[in-house]
């Protein structure tokens, strides 16, 4: 079966700083790979997705990921941290049953401080 | 902000309970999938519709139900309300049934007592 594995529930950063969120991904096939932001009281918002081709994806507000085979990773990087990227952050595979349905992790909170 | 609606935002029942909670897809979006958030955890799929059929389901028990509509928007029932039932209830739309980006709603906090 398919799954994500999300191992921090929380990563602290100080603004300024290049931040990384890990992700590491199970899957038989090809996977589909997604980075979904939620801030407080809001849905999910889209960041970026990993279909096929170049390892790093560029999505949006500066982030990006890296698309790593071998290790089954996807972690999610940004140069500098902002203050307003704090929020809780979800890495999500595509379901291989042929329909869009999302598998999520269990989510990661970031901090970034002032 | 995206332009999926859910409503109503917030939802108190007892245990038992039947709730109907709303969805109104982003414009041009056919496809809307339903997802649930219990505190602390990712979101988990319930079911999938396009065009008025469902075409996926997750791993939640019959009383769990939905309809979508012609104008694409779309309802989820709960029958038999459990304590466990108590989360984020989260409507996303896309475009297709393939590998589109989601587009989620702010979703409906329900809390059953």
């Known amino acids: 079966a398919q799954s994500v594995a999300q191992p921090e529930d929380q990563v602290n950063v100080a603004e300024g700083n290049p931040l990384t969120v890990k992700c590491t991904y199970s899957?038989?096939?090809?996977?589909?790979l997604f980075w979904y932001v939620q801030y407080p009281n809001r849905g999910l918002q889209f960041l970026l997705k990993?279909?096929?081709?170049?390892?790093l994806v560029k999505g949006s507000y500066g982030f990006e990921a890296e698309f790593n085979k071998s290790q089954t990773s996807f972690h999610l990087k940004k140069p500098s941290a902002l203050v307003s990227d704090s929020a809780l952050y979800f890495c999500?595979?595509?379901?291989?049953?042929?329909?869009?349905?999302?598998?999520f992790g269990a989510g990661t909170r970031l901090a970034v401080h002032p | 902000e995206t332009g999926v609606t859910q409503s109503p935002t917030h939802l108190i029942k007892t245990r038992g309970q039947q709730v109907t909670l709303r969805c109104s897809s982003q414009?041009?979006?056919?496809?809307v999938s339903w997802y649930q958030q219990a505190l602390g955890q990712g979101p988990q799929f319930i079911f999938q519709y396009y065009r008025e059929e469902e075409n996926g389901r997750g791993n939640f028990p019959p009383r769990f139900s939905g309809l979508q509509f012609p104008n694409y928007s779309s309802e989820l029932n709960v029958n038999a309300l459990e304590l466990d039932d108590s989360a984020l209830y989260l409507c996303?739309?896309?475009?297709?049934?393939?590998?589109?980006?989601?587009?989620f709603g702010s979703g409906t906090q329900l809390s059953v007592l």
């Open positions: 996303a739309s896309s475009s297709g049934a393939g590998v589109e980006k989601l587009f």
């Open positions: 414009s041009g979006h056919n496809t």
């Open positions: 999500a595979v595509r379901d291989e049953g042929g329909y869009n349905k999302l598998i």
């Open positions: 899957v038989s096939g090809n996977p589909y």
């Open positions: 990993y279909i096929t081709g170049d390892n």
